[in-house]
């Protein structure tokens, strides 16, 4: 167990620019944090993805905590938060959306389903193209061109932050979107 | 950590991660691998100042903007006059500690770890203005009869109110705007009704209507519409969530 204010010491020194002090904070709580989301959400795929919208909104919020005040409550708060916004998504989605079954393979000659690849590479570019412009904009730059962030942000114009938080989001949203694919996912 | 010094890059292990499905926990899950792409390059924040303080700063630039809208128009001539009856006074000073008390609650309900029941906080005022104006309206009935139901149109009033409100809850609104990804809607809720209750004490201190019920219509009208318009219009101040 962590010493008694050791937590907001490390939060006080990521808010002076320490990211040693940072990464050792979000390392530690991520236990809490995971609790508090499992509390919330029983799929643990779907709790892991609210620790991470809580992550994100941790460092979006950073400049707000108070050191005089425990942090504890305060991550779980976040934490929280997040949890009930995804529950919230999860239940709308499960309200439109129909489960498909699995699509049988088509033909048994190995040569005929070498289509597929063809196939999941058109999802892929559609998928990509679906995505917010600010986020393919920021996964074109820093994923496949694997320019320096530095660079991508000069030259999309988007600040280090913004790029590394949409740049997370789109392959959230292209893992998720994949994964929900019937046939992937499961080592095929 | 492979944190460098004068070289913002992804992180190694984030990059050109495969795009299957590998998510979870463990010593290079997601969840780890976003820490290490947030701790780099980490840039240092200013502290927001305490909610209090905030609270403060967004009152006395209400004061100010409401001493100016006074110095414009002039304070009403019977002002003494008015502020001896102990309704007037009872109805001005339950606004004023209505607009006081949601700002503090809209700074405080602003921060994650803030106890939700600070909301709670200008129920009390509220309750006393609304039952203020309401008394006003049946001690009008009983002094000036039915002429006191006369109800006639007020616009200098819902505009003034929604004229020096709409900038100040729009100013409420961008002190408050890490609210966005904790509890946007208590506090676009608490900074509209804030701004307005303000904007209708100092206008009670400018300008006389006859009646109470004119008070309460014209008045609560501006209040509602300056609340609607906070939440419908507000969201785009509010950070979204990360």
Redesign the interface.
Known sequence: MAEAGEWESWMTA???????A??AL??AA?PLL?NTARRRIRD??EA??A???A?????????????A?PIR??LV??CE??AI?RLRRSGRRQGREIPLGDAGETLAAPLANQGEARVAAAE?RAAVAELPPAQRTALGL??LE?L???EASARSGMS??AL??AT?RA??A??RR??ARPG??SGE | ?T?RKG????PASA???P???G???GPD????R???????????????P?PGLLALLWLALAGLVIGLAIALHGLRPDLAAAMAEPGERAQFLASLATGVAAALAAAML????RSGRWGLLPLAPLGLWLGSLGWGCLADLGRLGPAAWSLGPSWGCLRFILALGAPLTAAMLLLLR?AG???PGPVLLLGGLAAAALCSAGLSLIHHLDAMLMVLVWHGAAVAALVALGWALGRPLL?R??
Do not use: F
């Not at chain 1, 990521?14 to 040693?20: I, Y």
């Open positions: 990521a808010q002076a620019g320490d990211a040693r940072y990464d979000l390392r991520l995971r643990p795929a892991e993805d620790v991470q919208d992550l994100l909104t941790i460092h979006q919020l950073r400049h707000a905590y108070d050191p005040r409550p305060w708060a976040i938060r997040r916004d892929l820093a994923k694997d320096p962030l530095a280090v932050g590394k938080v997370h392959v959230r292209l893992r994949l994964a992937t996912g | 950590m944190a070289a913002p890059g992804w990059r050109r991660r795009l299957a499905p998510r979870g926990e899950g997601a969840s780890e976003l820490i290490a792409e947030l701790a780099l390059g980490l840039r240092p924040v200013r502290r927001l305490p602003a921060r994650p770890d890490h990804p904790v509890r950070a969530p990360g």
